[in-house]
């Protein structure tokens, strides 16, 4: 079976610098809006241990799938102009998490999710449009709408599907981590080879980690940022609620570097802490689920 033409249009997409442009002020207004950090983390999904975009649109696109079956239905123009109402309410938050996620990714999945973004634009409009048409009682015309709207949210869906398995956004870039380590202990370097009070980079089992030594005792992480693989040895080493962390070069995820637990987002998913030892002068780390 052979891909659809629309999945190599998407591919085409991701290389489209001509949408650039469009990109650089979507971004800017989207950093002004959602500036607070605690906003962004929120919409993200930190609290949540995954993205809440996912879970948001679930409201929008349920409530429209239920409408255009009700419309198809006789005597059901009541409740569906309920569920086109309700979805329409529920379009805001649903965009902001979705803006909050695409601020923070790789310039092709920010090309893809402009494309995401405007399919659920042309939805919203036709629903808001099928909405107005069922107050003044025209229904026709506002089932029209509607259906047209639930095609759109398909196409819309369809790209997000892209986004999210063929990009990968949203994804937890470091699960594999744990299958790739074996289990017990490993050598990461003699202590005394690693700087004091600073990040850098080393192998566990041949898999990059981002080391903290601080006198004899050392904090492990893995390298690669679950957030988008970005490399936390080329991070910052920072203090949060007085605890040592690392915030990642490429979108500002900061981890605790003791548990690996997300301090901020955009990652929602935390890094995989190694358990440390001294043995002979040479640091050893063990990952506790690793195999
Ligand atoms: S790769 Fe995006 S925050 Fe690390």
Redesign the pocket.
Known sequence: MRELPIVKALAAVEDASTLDPVVTRVQRVVDAVLAPRALRDLLHGVPAGHPLHPVLVLVPTGSWISAAVLDAMPGQERAARTLVGVGLLAVAPSALAGFADWA?SHEQQKRVGLVHSAANLVATALYGASYLQRLRGRSTSAKLLGWTGLGAVGLGGFIGGHLAYRQAVGANHAEDVPHLVSPGWHEVAPLDELPDGELTGREVDGKPVVVLRRGDRAHVLSDT?S????PLSDGALTTERGEACVT?P????VFSLRTGEVVHG??TSPQPAFTTRVADGVLEARLPNAG
Request: net charge negative; charged share 10%; glycine share 8%.
């Open positions: 923070a940022c957030h988008l693989s970005g990642c490429w979108h500002d995820s955009p990652a």
